[in-house]
């Protein structure tokens, strides 16, 4: 069975801080897909990464970045110069790669105040 | 790109009514569409696959009497909610996806059942 745990539920940092989300899954297959969105307020979820399991490269992209560790079975959410604009509810998901079976495994979320 | 629309945002009916929800990827063709429903600060939680031209799959636990969908085209799908209760107020999410495997969602639609 796949599993994502995201034992953070809560965080609040203040603004221009830096702050690291967790995330922890579970899953015996060899071959998946991690992926992070965000769900501001508004309710819609963005879409933030996708990283194969394949590729351990840490990923950068502006003031977010993302550190996959296949030994720890983690991938980590670093945002850095923390803004009001961050605050939202981030989820970690994980999807196995067999065909008809495509679906996405959602962590709990962790909600993230950015206090001015 | 990969923008996914969802029509009404809000709706507010009352018990026993049926209510019909659309998603739609306006910039691309989703061979996939999903739909999920997220109850107040809780995560998602799939209800039911669905891919153009075919039958949906439903989770375990869903009703496919009580939560019809319809995937008529490549850009278009349908939640209709049938005789909804107060029970069924909830947030739903759709998503949908191209070729590859990422999952665009939609913006939500709240529902509220009097």
């Known amino acids: 069975a796949q599993k994502v745990t995201q034992a953070q539920t809560e965080i609040s940092v203040v603004e221009k801080e830096d702050v690291t989300l967790d995330c922890v899954y579970e899953?015996?297959?060899?071959?998946?897909?991690l992926f992070w969105y965000k769900q501001p307020p508004s309710g819609e979820l963005v879409f933030l990464i996708r990283?194969?399991?394949?590729?351990?490269q840490n990923e950068i992209s502006g003031r977010y970045s993302w550190n996959f560790q296949k030994s720890t079975s983690s991938f980590n959410f670093t945002i850095t110069a923390s803004q009001v604009v961050d605050s939202a509810v981030y989820f970690c998901?994980?999807?196995?790669?067999?065909?008809?079976?495509?679906?996405?495994?959602f962590g709990t979320g962790t909600r993230l105040t950015i206090i001015p | 790109g990969a923008v996914v629309s969802q029509h009404p945002s809000r709706v507010i009916c009352k018990s026993g009514t049926s209510v019909k929800i659309e998603c739609r990827s306006l910039?691309?063709?989703?061979?996939?569409m999903f739909w999920y429903r997220q109850f107040p600060k809780k995560s998602l939680m799939l209800m039911a696959t669905?891919?153009?031209?075919?039958?949906?799959?439903?989770e375990q636990g869903v009703e496919k009497d009580k939560f019809l969908i319809n995937h008529a085209s490549l850009t278009l799908s349908t939640l209709t909610v049938t005789s909804a209760h107060p029970e069924d107020s909830s947030f739903y999410i759709c998503?949908?996806?191209?070729?590859?495997?990422?999952?665009?969602f939609g913006p939500g639609t709240r529902l509220t059942v009097l």
């Open positions: 998503s949908a996806r191209q070729d590859g495997d990422t999952q665009y």
């Open positions: 899953t015996r297959d060899t071959t998946y897909y």
């Open positions: 990283r194969n399991s394949f590729d351990e």
């Open positions: 998901a994980l999807m196995r790669v067999n065909f008809g079976n495509e679906k996405l495994t």
């Open positions: 910039d691309f063709q989703a061979t996939t």
């Open positions: 669905s891919n153009e031209g075919s039958k949906a799959t439903y």
